[in-house]
């Protein structure tokens, strides 16, 4: 198979998983009814009735047929469970795909190849063979562990949140990211199945008046040097027509997310030479702007119900060459001022979106723009752009006397901060319109549970954001989107929330839980991306712990490994260790008031509260898991008993988190991570602190 397309990266032999008896058998637990069988036993070449023997000895249940559903939808759960398991090319034979669309997606999908470490670790060709008399033993011994675990998980079957309707629709901006959509290519699914209905309407009961997603010009609009690069266009734009009407009935806007001009797949190289940039395409010729303008005239006249766009022109992708302020390699665009570089590659698309349809919304996404020309930018922006900023950028922070400074965006660390304040000043002042961009559920600060209980948090910060005359909001990166409780805080004060949704005879109660947990998320040790982007708190529990060091360093939300250095930033291991435990200390204390409350919540609330604690004890597994790792690591040399007893802690919290996860599917899922675990890999994890017990002793 040829896989000359994918990355390389550097080479590091793939870690060796001891607690299970064989890579074979690794490789069963981890895939077992995420595939079909005939699809496990094709890859590795074995007889099924060998394979169902295999999972049967191990305590897995009996074999069914989930289809596509992974292949469509937990893409990237299966890639990252089996990164040091399979090759490329069985990781191809096991997605079904072509070493192009692979590739593709480890370019576009959300910074995937990144977020596993931008390496592939060599892996053998893993093939099957009959278990040894050893590896049979062991294998008997997993399955007297696991037989008796939960067994009802029912992936992406999302439940939904007890909401207070919004009194009216809002005439401000309520933009947020669709939770059901797979963050790739969802417009080449004919059925839309990633935008139900019943989504829509629950968006539109809880005031959400717009949804994003992201898009690429050349996969919309034809590039006539390089015509077969648009494959498939026009099937998208249909889809994205009967997307907005379907939007439409219920009154919200589909805005398209665009980080562009995109540099070019390898294979189309050569027919952009001469447009080429530092990283991606030169907007210094005009060329590429024009392309850029038609585009999106096109792309709007052909789809007019279609809400707006906004724009990332610095950082993530490589676009203009001063998108990461290398334009000084560039020989067009060195001697050009970034901010006009800048400027210009939003007007361009600003120019082609209104062209056809005047009323769109554009909004300058300000995301890492250099501070040193922010108010250039602004002042040379087309004067129907709004100014799009995250509200917490630069919010000074300070953990247990550690101060540093909040990138990216924060939940622990309300804003707006005066970065952000400025920004908005300088565009109010030329007549711009203002939105804040915020995470209105949850943050990379923890992801994987639908929405934080910190009520306190929010409604400070979205008290903050109203005083200074910000009205129009972007709710959610992708993380964030689920239609919770916690975005009736738009329109209505948290008192009248937890009397409407938990009723008179517990509200109070509730209200000192939200308190608590507000309380003890302030205590993040917050440090720019280390903790946030590296440590365990996205994945928890899941991430495996190992007696002696992996060599591997933490990946951005995807692989943590034991890599307590790449996790703590400035703080040093004994005060991030310290930070976790103040925050899981009061974290149960709000868990112990809503235990309370169980025995006087009236019958017709008592489902509202079990979901409340159900999401607020997981995100307690999350971080108790956290500071266990911390503990652990910072240990590893310490006495037997100590680890014993943190591994058993470990152990605990994980079969509490396999339980939750069981009960709420939306437990563990985050759309442009897809599932952080599953019940396999959290059973994992309890084999793997079994195996190292049993080995320190």
Known sequence: MQTSDLPSGERKPALNFEHFPNRLTAFVFRNWNLLPLSKLAAVVRAPEAELAALAALTGLPSAADPGALWRERGYITLIRQNWHLLPFEQLLELLDWTPERLAHCLKEDDFLWHKLGDLKPETAELRWSPLNAEETRRAAEIGQLTAEW????????????????????????????PYDTVYGDPLLDDSLNGFPETMFRDYQAAGINAIWMPALVYQLAEWSRAPEMAAQWQKRRANLRKLTARAARYDIEIILYFNEPRSVLPRYAEMFADLK?????????????????????????????????????????????????????????????????????????ADGVFRAKPAARVLAYTWAWPEECRAEIIAKLHPGVRVLSVSEWGVETDCEGFKSHVIDYSISHPGPSPAALEGW?????????????????NSWELSAVPYLPVYDLFEEHLDNLRRAGVRDFMLSWTLGGFPSPVIALLNHPKERIALELYGESIHRTVLAAWKCFSDAFRHFPFDQISAIYQSPVNCGCANLLWRTPTGYKATMVGIPYDDLDGWRGIYPPDV?????????????????????????????????????????????????????????IRGRDSSPARLKALLNAEIELTERLLRLQAEDAR?????????????????????NCRWLREDIE
């Open 277 to 349: 940039g530092v990283g991606g395409l030169c907007t210094s010729q005009p060329e590429v702007l024009d392309y850029l303008r038609d585009a999106l005239g096109a792309l709007f006249a052909d789809c007019p119900l279609l809400g707006g766009i906004f724009t990332i022109t610095c950082s993530e992708n490589p676009t203009n060459c001063a998108s990461h302020r290398f334009q000084t390699n560039c020989p067009r665009c060195a001697p050009r001022p970034a901010a006009e570089i800048i400027a210009e590659t939003v007007n361009a698309m």
């Open 150 to 177: 939960p067994r009802n998980f029912k992936p992406f079957e999302f439940m939904p949140s007890p909401t207070l309707p919004a009194d009216a629709p809002s005439p401000d901006l309520r933009m947020i990211y």
């Open 667 to 687: 437990i563990g899922f985050e759309s442009s991570n897809h599932y952080y675990y599953t019940p396999n890999l959290l059973q994992e994890k309890i084999l």
């Open 425 to 441: 000043r300088l565009a109010q002042e030329r007549g711009l319109a203002c939105a804040a961009k915020i995470q209105i559920n």
């Open 576 to 632: 991030f260790e310290r930070a976790f435990g103040r925050m899981t200390d009061g974290w149960a204390e709000g868990l112990a008031l809503l235990d309370e409350a169980r025995a006087t919540v009236a019958p017709e609330f008592k489902d509202h509260l079990a979901e409340l604690q159900r999401i607020a004890e997981a995100a307690f597994c999350h971080l108790k898991s956290t500071e266990n790792q911390i503990a652990f």
